[in-house]
């Protein structure tokens, strides 16, 4: 229903207000004008009441299903992640395992893009991308981790193996995950008995009362438009976009220079070995300068004082 509604915009608001229209001039000719403003005061409290519970009515089913929506593409961003994380993590692994990890990361990818994502819109899933992830199980698996840091990588890469599945099995249930045929039932049926409440009411002037009613009814079918878009979120123009799985494969094509290790340097403060050392040059000039001038001193006195001759 929803995908009907969206592929048909145009031409079902149209028909849905000629109809509203062509409803409201027999209503108006076989009544009568009199007639439909004295019923004013019943038809105006009615239109309020039942207008009120069918916004009510609608506002949750539109929020469920924009709720849906993001859900569903926070979920394919997810998945993308995963298939980065997977390719990633296979350059720790010997180069003849990691390359055909590899090799089936950008497979799949470029299966979901190319192929996947216009059989979505249809609601089917592909059998050959189905193939492609079951690969990467396989290589997974196939594995066999000697050292420690391989197993740790291994580890990690299983892990992402299993959350890309998960988000795959998400993705195929959301795209099922629509509004059922009886709640599309009821929306129907509201829109058009708050639609039919508006052709009793009065207008001296035809061209303003046809307006109005029109307008009403284009409003009541925008509400309607509203949740039949993110009704299917794979599907028409408000739709989520593969954006995550293009950024995944132009990232994945990349390659990336590992980090040159540079020797750390210390900053050093000259300022307080300058002081320290000119501390202790100037104590050490001191110290020479007073033995020098000490010893001069005692040469001096060993020269005044007089010495008596020896006795023969």
């Known amino acids: 229903m929803g995908h009907l509604i969206v592929s048909n915009f145009i031409i079902l608001?149209?028909?849905s207000m000629l109809t509203s229209i062509?409803?409201?001039l027999f209503v108006r000719k076989k009544l009568g004008l009199d007639f439909l403003r004295e019923h004013h005061p019943v038809s105006d409290p009615l239109l309020a009441c039942v207008g009120t519970l069918f916004a009510i009515l609608l506002g949750f089913m539109v929020a469920n299903a924009m709720t849906r929506f993001e859900e569903a593409r926070v979920n394919v961003e997810q998945e993308a992640g995963a298939v980065g994380d997977i390719y990633r993590?296979?350059?720790?692994?010997?180069?003849?395992?990691?390359?055909v990890i590899r090799r089936d990361c950008f497979k799949y990818v470029d299966g979901v893009l190319e192929i996947e994502w216009k059989e979505m819109?249809?609601?089917?899933?592909s059998y050959e991308v189905w193939n492609s992830y079951g690969q990467i199980w396989t290589d997974c698996l196939a594995v066999e981790p000697i050292s420690n840091r391989e197993n740790n990588i291994h580890a990690t890469m299983l892990s992402a193996v299993v959350n890309?599945?998960?988000?795959?099995?998400?993705?195929?249930?959301?795209?099922?995950?629509?509004?059922?045929?009886?709640?599309w039932g009821v929306v129907l049926m509201g829109a058009c008995a708050t639609g039919t409440l508006v052709l009793f009411f009065g207008i001296t002037s035809l061209k303003v009362q046809s307006f109005t009613t029109a307008l009403v009814t284009f409003v009541l079918y925008l509400n309607v438009f509203l949740l039949a878009s993110y009704d299917d979120p794979?599907?028409?123009e408000v739709s989520v976009k593969p954006h995550a799985f293009e950024v995944a494969r132009e990232s994945l094509g990349r390659r990336f220079k590992p980090l040159e290790k540079q020797p750390m340097k210390f900053e050093e403060d000259d300022s307080d070995d300058t002081l320290e050392g000119d501390t202790l040059d100037d104590d050490t000039h001191n110290d020479s300068d007073s033995d020098a001038h000490t010893?001069?001193?005692?040469?001096?006195?060993a020269k005044a004082v007089p010495v008596a001759p020896l006795k023969k």
């Open 121 to 125: 819109a249809k609601r089917k899933m």
């Open 295 to 301: 010893l001069q001193r005692l040469k001096n006195d």
């Open 164 to 183: 890309l599945g998960d988000c795959r099995r998400i993705r195929a249930t959301q795209m099922n995950n629509s509004v059922p045929a009886i709640l």
């Open 22 to 24: 062509a409803l409201m």
């Open 13 to 15: 608001a149209l028909l």
């Open 234 to 236: 794979f599907s028409g």
């Open 89 to 99: 993590l296979s350059r720790g692994l010997p180069e003849e395992v990691g390359s």
